[in-house]
């Protein structure tokens, strides 16, 4: 069955795509980025009236793996990862302009996903809801926060800061997310989501002249996902 338009001759499927059924596999893979939205509440610890001393985390971006599994025709188990992802944090209030340093994290991502529209059709929009586990791993500290410090005259008259170990506490939170599969060819597709997770953790500094620091930080980001993605 077909409908012309002009002198074409246009096909009635024209927009029917790849059909997903249950017992399908979907395998996505991408660029992610991890944009932050939260701060911190104030570094805990600090001498000489410097009571305002803040961090934020900064964007960064890496290669993702998505893997699907449809329990039924139109809900899908996703599995959300990645290579690990690299992060500058950075200080705000008292700290403003003053690289704090630098951790990695890995973010698997659980979550029960629900498409929308007729099985067959091209443009395949989805939500999901699930559970994320963040891994942070590697911390550094900066150089530019120990000479920092040291301006600090309490800390300078013990000696200054020659070194100082940064710990990051793991995060367990609620992730939620929309994303579109758009039928290319056979079964591959194109694929775009964008997710909003809760990952909160506790910073801690350690320095060699025994001072401990704490600071709450909401990481809290978006994360933005395009990836070519193949349907078993």
């Known amino acids: 069955m077909a409908y012309g338009i002009g002198s074409g001759i246009i096909p009635s499927n024209l927009f029917e795509g ?3 059924e ?22 805990s610890g600090l001498p000489d009236g410097v ?44 700290l403003e302009g003053v690289d704090v340093g630098e951790t990695r994290h890995l973010p698997p991502t659980v979550s029960l996903q629900y498409y929308f529209g007729e099985k067959n059709a091209w443009f395949k929009p989805y939500v999901g809801v699930g559970i994320n586990w963040t891994l942070f791993f590697s911390e550094k500290v900066d150089g530019g926060l120990l ?16 070194s100082a170990d940064l710990e990051l506490d793991s995060s367990l939170g609620l992730a939620a997310q929309v994303g ?49 993605a193949y349907k078993f």
């Open 18 to 20: 790849d059909p997903l």
């Open 22 to 43: 249950k017992g399908d596999v979907i395998v996505r893979g991408g660029i992610v980025t991890v944009m932050p939205t939260g701060d911190s509440g104030a570094v």
């Open 51 to 94: 009571n305002n001393a803040r961090v934020e985390v900064e964007n960064n971006s890496q290669l993702s793996l998505t893997a699907v599994y449809m329990l039924r025709d139109k809900i899908g188990l996703e599995v959300l990862a990645a290579t690990p992802f690299k992060h500058d944090i950075v200080g705000k209030g008292d």
């Open 147 to 162: 000479n920092t410090l040291n301006t600090l005259p309490t800390v300078a008259g013990l000696g200054g800061v020659r």
């Open 180 to 228: 579109v599969d758009m039928h290319l060819i056979d079964n591959w597709h194109l694929n775009t989501a964008l997710w909003y997770v809760d990952i909160d953790t506790e910073a801690t500094l350690k320095t060699d002249l025994g001072t401990t620091h704490k600071v709450d930080v909401e990481v809290d980001p978006w994360v933005f996902n395009v990836a070519l």
